[in-house]
C-alpha cells in the first residue's frame, strides 16, 4: 500500500522513525530535509529543512525523547560540492518540535 507519494523536492526516503503519535518522520536523501507523515491519512504535516542537502537519517532522543537527532552523508561528494556544503556528513539535534519520540523496544537473543 502506497502510504505517502514525495514530492520532486523531497528526493529520496531514508531512515525513518515513528513518534508517540503515531506519525512518521522520513529523512530525504538528497532534498535537505525530514518530513513527518500522518499515516492514517498519507498527507505531510510538517517539514523541517536542514542546512545540508544528504539527510540520512532520523531518531528521537534525550532525557525524554523530545530531540530529534538527524544525521547527514557525506560520500559521494568532491570536493567542490564539499566546499559549498560545509555542513555534510554532521549530526544534527532539533529541539522545540512539540512531539516526544518513543522509547525503543530491545529483544533478547
Given at each position: 500500500?502506497?502510504?505517502y507519494h514525495l514530492e520532486k523536492e523531497e528526493q529520496m526516503p531514508d531512515g525513518m522513525c515513528i513518534d508517540a503519535e503515531g506519525k512518521l518522520w522520513v529523512a530525504c536523501i538528497d532534498g535537505g530535509?525530514?518530513?513527518r507523515i500522518d499515516p492514517e491519512t498519507g498527507k505531510r504535516i510538517q517539514?523541517?529543512?536542514l542546512p545540508t542537502p544528504r539527510i540520512t537519517s532520523c531518531c528521537f532522543g534525550g532525557k525524554d525523547y523530545s530531540e530529534m537527532y538527524v544525521t547527514s552523508a557525506y560520500d559521494g561528494l568532491d570536493e567542490k560540492t564539499l566546499a559549498k556544503e560545509p555542513h555534510a556528513g554532521e549530526i544534527f539535534k532539533?529541539?522545540?518540535l512539540g512531539v516526544k519520540g518513543i522509547p525503543q523496544n530491545f529483544y533478547a537473543a
Amino acid at each position: 500500500k502506497l502510504l505517502y507519494h514525495l514530492e520532486k523536492e523531497e528526493q529520496m526516503p531514508d531512515g525513518m522513525c515513528i513518534d508517540a503519535e503515531g506519525k512518521l518522520w522520513v529523512a530525504c536523501i538528497d532534498g535537505g530535509r525530514i518530513i513527518r507523515i500522518d499515516p492514517e491519512t498519507g498527507k505531510r504535516i510538517q517539514t523541517v529543512r536542514l542546512p545540508t542537502p544528504r539527510i540520512t537519517s532520523c531518531c528521537f532522543g534525550g532525557k525524554d525523547y523530545s530531540e530529534m537527532y538527524v544525521t547527514s552523508a557525506y560520500d559521494g561528494l568532491d570536493e567542490k560540492t564539499l566546499a559549498k556544503e560545509p555542513h555534510a556528513g554532521e549530526i544534527f539535534k532539533i529541539t522545540g518540535l512539540g512531539v516526544k519520540g518513543i522509547p525503543q523496544n530491545f529483544y533478547a537473543a
